[in-house]
């Protein structure tokens, strides 16, 4: 019975689509499952073998950060760790892995050691890269116009974006406040306020709205071009 569960335990260890490891009280490995080679390129006998090859492996700027994430793990507390670093393949690809870590005791309460999974996230990483370098080209598309640009929610009036160009005729960032509170000094909306023109009874935008206009705060004019759009999250 020992012997059958332990198999139907390796099974299911040596199947899991992620790489994980298992590690005594000293950090020295027990276990590492075979998707370690089909992630890092190492078989599992190079990692039994070689201690020092998982940390070899991490990318250089992250090694500092694991070496001592590694050498927490040998210590008896009862606390988990995850954190995310980069490994390098040996034809030089790059690769993001997400570790996750947690002490395993005795039913006698001694200290057994640790077991490890890194799970590859590197096209999570990839996304995340390409949607921050989207966001940065928009802000800079933005931020060179000399127009102030501001976003406003059609029905609660909170302002959600404005533009460098917006932020310095105002005076500071008032993204998070209602328009009419923070822009005008009024207790409501303004009654002049166009939003309910800028879409039609269907809810559809009608286009482009012009209209010249003095802040009371200010005493500045302003040309204003208004129109309806849908924001990122959806609402109009």
């Known amino acids: 019975d020992l012997r059958q569960s332990q198999e139907r335990y ?3 260890a040596d199947f899991n689509y992620d790489w994980e490891y298992w590690s005594g009280p000293k950090g020295e490995l027990k276990y590492v499952s075979p998707s370690c080679e089909r992630i890092a390129g190492f078989s599992v006998e190079a990692f039994l073998h070689n201690p020092e090859l ?3 492996i991490v990318h250089e700027e992250d090694k500092r950060q694991v070496a001592a994430h590694l050498e927490s793990d040998t210590q008896e507390t009862p606390e988990f760790g995850s954190i995310d670093f980069r490994i390098v393949l040996a034809d030089g ?3 993001w892995m997400n570790h996750y870590c ?8 001694a200290f057994l050691g640790r077991r490890a999974t890194n799970r590859d996230i ?3 990483k990839t996304a995340e890269a390409e949607l921050r370098a989207h966001h940065e ?7 060179s116009i000399d127009a102030a640009i501001l976003v406003v929610d059609l029905e609660t009036h909170e302002i959600l974006f404005m ?3 917006s932020v310095e005729s105002s005076g500071k960032d008032m993204t998070g406040t209602r328009c009419w509170e923070s822009i005008r000094n009024n207790n409501g909306p303004c009654e002049n306020c166009d939003n309910k023109a800028l879409l039609n009874e ?3 935008p009608t286009g482009v709205h012009v209209r010249h206009e003095q802040n009371p705060v200010t005493q500045k004019w302003s040309v204003n071009y208004d129109r309806a759009i849908k924001w990122t999250d959806g609402r109009m």
């Open 163 to 165: 533009n460098k160009r």
């Open 122 to 124: 590197t096209e999570r």
């Open 137 to 143: 080209r928009f802000l800079t598309v933005l931020d």
């Open 10 to 12: 390796r099974i299911i």
């Open 202 to 204: 269907q809810g559809e």
């Open 54 to 56: 998982m940390i070899s």
């Open 102 to 109: 947690q002490p395993v005791y005795a039913d006698n309460g």
């Open 93 to 95: 690809r790059i690769k």
